[in-house]
């Protein structure tokens, strides 16, 4: 199983704009869709965004024209912009393979991002 190790979260004030990193144990070059994941304190870890292996982009309504994903199978990384944070975007992040079929069982130890004035 490919492990993934989660990096670039922060402190930031509402509106401000971060990067995250995520590096993976092995080659992503066959896993078709990578997706980020993000848990907010009592809730459920939730896919938000994700991209196939040709490219291809989707988004949870919450995210969408605030955040990018983009992968670089070369380098088998996954990064995510995160640009106008909210207060609500405040949560733990981490990236996994995507709904299909479906994340890995083990996880990385994700990276907090906290918006906050």
């Known amino acids: 199983q490919v492990q993934f190790v989660e990096s670039g979260g922060g402190l930031v004030q509402p509106g401000g704009s971060l990067r995250l990193s995520c590096a993976a144990s092995?080659?992503?070059?066959?896993?078709?869709?990578m997706g980020w994941y993000r848990q907010a304190p009592g809730k459920q870890r939730l896919l938000f965004a994700s991209i196939t292996n040709g490219g291809k982009e989707s988004y949870a309504d919450s995210v969408r024209g605030r955040f990018t994903i983009s992968r670089d199978n070369a380098k088998n990384m996954i990064y995510l912009q995160l640009n106008d944070l909210k207060p609500e975007d405040t949560a733990v992040y981490y990236c996994?393979?995507?709904?299909?079929?479906?994340?890995?069982?083990?996880w990385g130890q994700g990276t907090q991002v906290t918006v906050s004035a």
């Open positions: 092995g080659s992503i070059a066959d896993i078709y869709t």
């Open positions: 996994n393979r995507g709904l299909t079929p479906g994340p890995f069982p083990s």
